[in-house]
């Protein structure tokens, strides 16, 4: 019954959004006017921001580039602090920039970006370049671009001056492609900040003009192993013998691709090494074992991720994969740890409501409906530490394609529209009554 209402709600708020779309006001059109104005300003500063190496471990690097956006969002009325992370982290930390004018009367809005990149300061690629309407470089997109849409938007209404009686928090974490162990400690200002908000905005890639992200699936990682005894081969499968730990480790593997399957879960096998004497680095993810075709073996490690959409299919699948590992083979055992890293953003009705606001400032800027993109076609992102506190929206940054790749690219034929939408997103809900 509850799913039933679920999808009856969702229809009638797209069919509601569909029909009831608001024309573009006078301000909105200002607004508009501003970004068109600031383009070239743009896509200036985001040169300037991509030729800095920001790779997660830059600590240097990825202060650098937050000093600059710093001073950006400084200058139009954001107060800028730096939440530094302990030493022992090897993170550079993360610039929040917060704007609080008065006593609220809309929505409290809390934007996500990322200072970082997967490009470190030995990485190749480092240089932005331009060809035509095309951009490439490290993080153009995934994510200095996003960035950038999050300050010029929000600097189209401050000049508006429609940034009155409204809290803002602009949230750019310095590690978002490799989180900091703990979590706990890495991602506590960010979900302190939501909790102080209404709705969270995610700048992350966005999948096209017609989509936008309700819901993003968790990642977390899982190792199990397996032991067996060490003997002659040819008594394996005897009663004194049993079966090894690669047959143990084979019979869990086959047992988890026959079992578990089921919508929107992903658990990838990606690393295996077994035999006599075994090992296996985590930091590098790499192994290496010895063992000789007549010794049974005595040890098999496998590492793999697992990806869920919500906490309840998460604690499930986690049950039935401890309950496949300890049903073990005759003179074997097996053990599973599990590291669930990022948590879900699970597809609420709230969202929804975001993403009707959204629809409706994209067909009022004559660009078409917006859909609800597939969570399984997504990875996942910092908005998810978030979406349990808050309703929110993610997918909404720039348009390319090849990211962590030297491929790495923008379409800038989209790059204005992107950024108009966002700010005309960002104006309507903090008009809108909490």
């Given at each position: ?208 003009l017609n989509y936008a992200t309700v819901a993003r699936r968790s990642s977390g990682s899982w190792r199990l192993e ?61 192994g290496s074992s010895f063992g000789k075709n007549n010794i049974v073996p005595q040890k098999a490690i496998a590492n ?49 409501e975001v993403l009707k606001v959204l629809d409706g400032v994209s067909q009022a800027m004559g660009q078409g409906n ?65």
């Open positions: 019954m509850k799913v039933i209402k679920f999808i009856s709600f969702i229809l009638f708020i797209t069919i509601s959004a569909h029909l009831h779309a608001q024309k573009l006001t006078q301000i909105e059109k200002k607004v508009i006017k501003l970004i068109d104005e600031n383009n070239n300003q743009a896509i200036d500063l985001l040169e300037k921001v991509v030729n800095i190496n920001s790779g997660s471990l830059n600590v240097l690097g990825v202060k650098k580039v937050g000093d600059i956006f710093a001073d950006e969002f400084k200058a139009i009325g954001f107060k800028p602090t730096w939440f530094e992370m302990p030493e022992t982290m090897g993170r550079a930390g993360h610039l929040f920039c917060e704007l609080n004018t008065g006593i609220v009367k809309g929505k409290k809005i809390l934007l996500i970006g990322h200072l970082d990149t997967v490009f470190e300061e030995n990485s190749l690629f480092q240089i932005f370049k331009r060809d035509s309407m095309v951009v490439y470089g490290p993080g153009v997109t995934d994510m200095k671009g996003g960035d950038i849409i999050i300050l010029f938007a929000l600097k189209a209404l401050h000049d508006a001056g429609v940034l009155k009686n409204t809290q803002i928090i602009v949230a750019y974490s310095g590690d978002e492609e490799s989180a900091g162990n703990p979590t706990s400690i890495s991602r506590k200002d960010l979900i302190d900040a939501a909790k102080r908000s209404d709705i969270a905005l995610g700048f992350e890639g966005a999948t096209g397996t032991s067996g005894l060490r003997a002659h081969s040819a008594g394996v499968f005897t009663e004194n013998v049993g079966a090894g730990a690669i047959y143990e480790m084979a019979r869990i593997l086959n047992l988890f691709y026959t079992e578990l399957p089921e919508q929107n879960l992903t658990f990838n096998a990606a690393t295996i090494v077994g035999g006599t004497l075994v090992d296996f680095d985590e930091t590098q993810s790499k793999g991720d697992i990806r869920c959409l919500t906490e309840e299919q998460i604690n499930n699948t986690v049950e039935k994969m401890k309950v496949i590992v300890a049903k073990n083979l005759p003179k074997t055992s097996a053990s599973i740890t599990f590291d669930l890293k990022y948590p879900p953003m699970a597809p609420t009705i709230g969202n929804y917006v859909d609800a993109y597939d969570p399984a076609k997504r990875g996942a992102g910092d908005i998810s530490f978030v979406a349990k506190y808050v309703d929110g929206l993610d997918g909404l940054g720039t348009m390319g394609g090849d990211s962590h790749t030297p491929k790495e690219n923008m379409d800038l034929t989209h790059f204005k529209d992107l950024t108009k939408r966002a700010a005309l997103l960002i104006y309507r809900l903090i008009n809108t009554k909490s």
